[in-house]
């Protein structure tokens, strides 16, 4: 039973900073800025003059792009 003053994690918003971002897709910091200025993954999330995070929904939804990907490639 889930606690009424408590959100599920489901509907947590999360942000994650873009080297932990990076390393859970598998890339380098320096390709995730790549894919997040081609307008493949983001928008960051300005956290304060110099920081900048990535929702993790939006990291996920960038990883099931790239299985959607390969099992579509491999039929």
């Known amino acids: ?12 918003a999360a942000l994650e900073k873009v080297p932990h971002a990076a390393r ?5 910091t320096c390709q995730a800025y790549r894919e997040i200025k081609a307008g493949r993954l983001g928008p960051l999330v300005k956290l304060g003059e110099r920081a900048s995070a990535l929702p993790a929904a939006a990291v996920d939804a960038w990883i099931q ?3 959607d990907a390969a099992n579509g490639a491999g039929k």
């Open 24 to 28: 859970r897709m598998g890339i380098s």
């Open 65 to 67: 792009s790239k299985i």
């Open 1 to 12: 039973m889930q606690n009424p003053t408590m959100p599920s994690p489901e509907r947590v």
